[in-house]
């Protein structure tokens, strides 16, 4: 998780439980919940020195065993005046099952009224999603070389999101499979924003706006990506 906000992204959404993996085993349903339980319990006693990161748990938590839906309630209250940062934990959930709800209380804030019904639009039910209020989606990472979304955030996916399928599992994610990430976002963003300009014959105030943004994400994975770098070379080829 750390590596996001090293770089400077301001919030990062992971999926770490599907509504669909209660059908697993029973026994493996225990042992995620268990493992589940512990990676809390990290982030609720932290060091002294951790960023101060909001943590937000997405889905349908009432599904989750009593213990752990308390342990998030303390994490999520501890946390929620913390502004260096935001940890959307998805936890059970699907995005069918978010989109579904979000339309279902979205219809039922408008019965009273039939006249309103009209007013029942893609910002109403945005805003009864769970996650609302949130910057863009701009890039989706999807590792395990499967290319699916497999019911993860598909409405907030749009036509600027990059979608970046990595042949890796999560725990090998590394600092250059984020500068990898970044990078296509960066080239396709300044891509849109140049196709707008020629297009319009408006100034470049924000390309070069853009173009300052993203030279200090690169600057800030690069100045992360040297020290590992030369780790790696003392390590393994000392003198």
């Not at 342990?71 to 699907?94: H, M, Q, R, S, W």
């Not at 409405?155 to 499979?177: A, S």
Request: charged share 25%; with cysteine.
């Amino acid at each position: 998780m750390d590596l996001f906000f090293d770089t400077g992204v301001e919030c990062v959404t992971a999926y770490l439980f599907s509504i669909e993996n209660f059908k697993r085993p029973k026994e493996q349903v225990d042992d995620l919940m268990d493992i589940s339980e512990t990676w809390i319990q990290k982030y609720l006693y932290p060091s002294p020195n951790k960023r101060k990161i909001r943590f937000r748990v997405l889905g349908r938590l009432e599904l989750l065993p009593e213990k752990i839906r308390k342990l998030i309630e303390k994490l999520t209250e501890k946390t929620a005046d913390f502004d260096e940062g935001t940890f959307n934990v998805c936890f059970p959930y699907t995005s069918r099952d978010e989109i579904a709800r979000a339309i279902e209380m979205t219809v039922r804030n408008h019965n009273d009224s039939p006249e309103n019904v009209e007013n029942i639009t893609a910002e109403a039910i945005d805003s009864n999603m769970d996650i609302c209020n949130d910057p863009p989606l701009d890039v989706l990472i999807r590792t395990s070389g499967v290319c699916r979304l497999s019911d993860f955030l598909l409405w907030q996916c749009h036509r600027d999101t990059v979608i970046e399928v990595l042949n890796i599992h999560w725990p090998e994610f590394r600092y250059w499979h984020l500068f990898l990430a970044v990078l296509g976002w960066q080239r396709k963003k300044m891509a849109t924003v140049d196709l707008y300009a020629g297009a319009t014959g408006e100034p470049r105030d924000l390309w070069d706006s853009i173009s300052n943004h993203h030279f200090k994400w690169l600057m800030s994975i690069i100045l992360l990506l040297v020290p590992a770098a030369w780790g790696y070379h003392m390590a393994f080829y000392p003198k």
